[in-house]
């Protein structure tokens, strides 16, 4: 009967080594959660950024839709406000096969001196006939 009292008194729990296995893996799955996370909030950003560029390129490309010039002019640049950001645009006017049409590409940037646009959408006007 002793060492029935002596099972039943002291019932046996995690080992030391066993609960320090089980927080090193916790953390381990913490540090990779925060990571992805992490990655997830820096692409919605830039997946934001990109938005609102097509957004002022489109606005832009009207813009120009809406200008009487002919041709119209090569490499206009500006600024403009959108989403409490300034945004940088540059338009560029490339002449096709037939005389009474240009292409006009219009590049957005964050910043002037960007080498590469964020955001880059492209069109085609046509001169109005006489």
Known sequence: ?????????????????????????????GVAL???????????????????????ASNQLVSAHLSTAWPPKNNLKGEVEMAGRKWFWLQKVIKTDNNEMRAIVMEVRLDVDDESALSSVMTYIAQDAP
């Open 1 to 29: 009967m002793n060492k029935l009292l002596l099972k039943t008194r002291f019932k046996r729990g995690f080992t030391l080594i066993e609960v320090m296995l089980a927080m090193a893996v916790f953390a381990i799955a």
């Open 34 to 56: 925060v990571g992805v996370a992490d990655n997830n909030a820096r692409h919605v950003a830039y997946l934001e950024e990109k938005m609102f560029a097509g957004w002022v």
